[in-house]
């Protein structure tokens, strides 16, 4: 089962992503881990991300699929994988679309994962981030053991400037205005499931899992 992730920043998608994959026993693919990692390992496609990153620019699309592509020939998405943060566009999506067909792969299905504006906004203007293994917190939904310090790796955590109820909005914007053609190009396929995130994790995540298992049984696999 090949499953892409699609929501607007706030809806758990990243956390919902890796506890799906965990559920279902699939590798989670996300876009920022894969770039994070060439980079620190130095990667000859890292060391031109870097570049871009360093000069204050974004990686362009090339790299990030030449990074993805790599991925996908690892053995452990021969059952499936979750993927997280790629494709934003249909562009994107289209050049997703040839890689896997390449490999004799397509995506079984797309959860859009629907959060509403005032719990996005709740959810972002708390959360916190470690700047050390960047791992998320909350200050109230999800607070750290210890005020300021990362559970994890106890890192520091901090605020992102971008998190604030203004600059929430506006992202909320852009993302709203770049999403619609995506969601048009899989619900054309008959690709999309649409989820209420608003909710507790623990209950999007089992509808998530009850949908796929509907989509396997209709597909006539469990997992491929």
Request: glycine share 10%.
């Amino acid at each position: 089962m090949r499953i892409v992730l699609l929501g607007p920043p706030g809806a758990g998608k990243g956390t919902q992503a890796k506890q799906l994959a965990k559920a279902l026993g699939l590798p989670h693919i996300s876009t920022g881990d894969i770039l994070r990692q060439n980079v620190t390992e130095a990667t000859d496609l890292g060391k031109e991300a870097k570049d871009y990153m360093n000069k204050g620019l974004l990686v362009p699309d090339e790299l990030v699929t030449k990074m993805l592509s790599d991925r996908f020939v690892k053995p452990d998405v021969n059952g499936g994988f979750i993927l997280d943060g790629y494709p934003r566009n249909i562009n994107q999506a289209k050049v997703l679309d040839g890689i896997l067909s390449g490999m004799k792969m397509k995506i079984d299905l797309v959860f859009d994962l629907d959060c509403s504006e005032p719990v996005i906004i709740q959810r972002l203007s708390g959360r916190l981030v470690c700047r050390k293994c960047g791992a998320n917190f909350h200050k109230n939904n999800m607070p750290p053991k210890k005020e300021g310090v990362c559970d994890n790796c106890a890192g520091e955590l901090y605020q992102r400037p971008d998190d604030n109820v203004e600059t929430i909005k506006k992202r909320l914007l852009v993302y709203k205005d770049e999403v619609a053609g995506l969601i048009k190009y899989y619900q054309d396929q008959g690709l999309i499931q649409k989820i209420k995130a608003d909710g507790q994790a623990e209950i999007v995540l089992k509808e998530m899992v009850a949908l796929v298992s509907l989509v396997s049984k209709k597909n006539g696999s469990s997992k491929d």
